[in-house]
């Protein structure tokens, strides 16, 4: 018998109009049928509003079904009776961990749901700590959730489920806001749990790589099931997954760019499944069993900027939160480094190392504690300096774009900034129209709402609301995070679009090591409050070693190359991107 059985499941949204009135509907989830038996791993690809989401909530009883059935260990999900049942036999790991943290305390949070179970003391104890442990949250245990960064309140919604060890953990994009090793961490642990105690796992995610060790995959798109088969059956067909919004793992991009050389690896989805494939293509040629003889694509290279004028510039710059109390906390320490106009900067970092805490205060929402913040040469804490001035000159997009939206309608949002600038409604109109022609909204969604969007939506408003101030320096702050792969794509070309178009200096920052070496010219790697690297791409990447030492990664990339190399090929492990991966093993060959 299935541990868990969902038998033709429907599920309807109503849709209102201004006034609250059912104006329509729409199936969210549209006749969706499902097994998962005991122990499996079982993962959930689809882009936004693919139904994802809303199937999870069915499996943990959050939500009802329209029409069809759901059954969690032979309990019916609609019956009242066995609700406490069914939610200790699955437990959810939400998206977003504010809706799932209530404690004050860290250890508190965690040992709230086995508390609640009856589990013992001595035993309570043992289960808040490993579950701690296993999210590397253990220095944690004695603080405040409420200030933490949102990647490190993640962990800790985690360890709450864990710490119940459920028969099923339902785990609703759990690894969005956490940086590589930190992601690359809860998967182990996740795994661990499904290998060595049997856990059933349900898994929701964006990332390809994290779906090529599950058991079977199932792909939706519009509320129904797209595809389903074994991760190497999914990502063997690459044209059908990038329709559907998604997209498949870099080695495999890899393998899939040099098939069209004529080089074929055959089907491939983890490094080591290319290394040995490769091997025996490499032996057929050496001994002529096989010849190639491919067109070799240029090297692909970001310039940094030269011989421009700083535009920003940060010096000996350090910020303590709650100074002279328990939770006083260094975010930023000794931080010195200019931006010119222009340049397109990445920073990344560990979860919690201070990279937003750094860029809120290049506008001057936070004051440094210590040091000094020039803006084309000027002190932006001085008594007379124009700061709100500055704001309409150094914009900020916020992670989450609910935190900044807030306006009736799209128009309306992107027009508060201009509007606050004292223009006439024609200046308004125009910069409002031009932004959002900028980010790809069209006109006929002027009058929606900005809370009905999409979450790729919702970024792209956010961006066109800051755009409509014509700032001169662009700061992001995750604007990918929790997006499906089209979705990814479609805003980073955007910020391309923008950055070549209005010629204005974008700062970034991001935990996607693979979107960074594809579009920044320049990345500032921070470690607990200081500067680790602040170098081109190629330079930063080939400190692989040191930067997973400070809860980083590379590219998948860049590991193949090291892969490669330790393996003795002749390969130089200088590279980031798929396309110079595919030039230097043709190169090679």
Not at 316 to 329: M, Q
Not at 403 to 422: C, M, R, S
Request: charged share 30%; glycine share 8%.
């Amino acid at each position: 018998m299935s541990l868990i059985s969902i038998k033709n499941l429907f599920h309807e949204f109503a849709k209102h109009n201004e006034e609250g009135e059912k104006i329509g509907s729409f199936n969210a989830l549209d006749d969706v049928s499902m097994d998962v038996e005991k122990g499996d791993f079982i993962a959930i690809l689809g882009r936004n509003g693919s139904g994802k989401s809303t199937l999870a909530k069915h499996i943990n009883a959050l939500l009802y079904p329209s029409a069809g059935k759901v059954y969690v260990a032979d309990n019916d999900t609609e019956d009242d009776d066995k609700l406490l049942e069914i939610r200790q036999t699955a437990g959810m790991v939400f998206q977003n961990p504010d809706n799932q943290i209530i404690a004050t305390v860290v250890e508190e949070d965690v040992a709230f749901g086995p508390e609640n179970l009856g589990v013992p003391g001595r035993e309570l104890r043992l289960r808040v700590d490993e579950a701690l442990e296993k999210v590397r949250m253990t220095e944690f245990a004695g603080k405040d959730p409420g200030k933490l960064s949102g990647g490190q309140k993640q962990r800790v919604a985690i360890a709450g489920v864990l710490a119940m060890k459920p028969e099923c953990i339902i785990l609703d994009e759990p690894t969005a806001m956490l940086d590589p090793i930190g992601r690359k961490e809860v998967l182990e642990a996740v795994h661990e749990l499904n290998r060595d105690e049997k856990m059933t796992v349900i898994l929701v995610t964006h990332h390809m790589n994290e779906v090529t060790g599950a058991d079977k995959v199932f792909v939706m798109d519009s509320g129904k099931v797209a595809a389903y088969g074994t991760p190497h059956e999914i990502f063997s067909d690459a044209a059908k997954i990038k329709a559907l919004g998604l997209d498949v793992p870099q080695v495999t991009e890899i393998a899939d760019m040099l098939r069209e050389k004529g080089v074929d690896l055959g089907n491939v989805i983890d490094i080591p499944e290319f290394v040995a494939s490769f091997k025996e293509k490499f032996d057929q040629v050496k001994h002529g069993r096989t010849s190639i003889n491919p067109e070799i694509p240029a090297i692909s290279e970001k310039q940094q900027k030269e011989n421009v004028t700083p535009q920003l510039s940060l010096k000996n710059v350090s910020y303590v939160y709650a100074p002279g109390t328990s939770f006083e906390k260094k975010a930023v320490d000794s931080v010195s480094f200019d931006i010119k106009k222009g340049e397109f900067v990445a920073i990344i970092g560990h979860t919690g190392s201070g990279k937003s805490t750094l860029i809120t205060m290049l506008n001057a929402l936070e004051k440094p504690c210590t040091g000094k913040i020039l803006y084309e040469g000027s002190d932006i804490q001085d008594e007379d300096y124009d700061r709100r001035n500055l704001r309409a000159k150094v914009g900020l997009v916020f992670q989450y774009p609910d935190h900044q939206l807030f306006e009736e309608t799209i128009y309306k949002d992107v027009a508060f900034g201009p509007t606050n600038l004292g223009l006439t409604k024609e200046e308004i109109d125009q910069r409002v129209r031009k932004s959002l022609t900028l980010v790809g909204i069209p006109e006929e969604q002027y009058n929606d709402s900005p809370m009905e969007l999409s979450g790729g939506q919702k970024k792209r408003v956010t961006i066109a609301g800051v755009l409509a101030m014509q700032p001169e320096v662009l700061i992001l702050d995750e604007p990918t995070a929790g997006l499906d792969p089209a979705g990814r794509d479609d805003i980073l070309s955007k910020i391309d679009e923008i950055h070549e178009s209005t010629g204005c200096t974008i700062v970034w920052v991001s935990h996607s090591m693979e979107s960074v070496a594809k579009h920044a010219d320049r990345i500032i790697v921070l470690n607990n409050g200081h500067v680790e690297y602040d170098d081109m791409p190629l330079k930063v990447f080939a400190h692989a070693e040191e930067l997973e030492k400070i809860g980083l990664s590379v590219p998948e990339a860049t590991k193949l190359m090291y892969t490669l190399k330790e393996e003795g090929f002749d390969v130089s492990p200088d590279i980031i991107t798929s396309e110079d991966s595919c030039r230097e093993i043709l190169h090679l060959l």
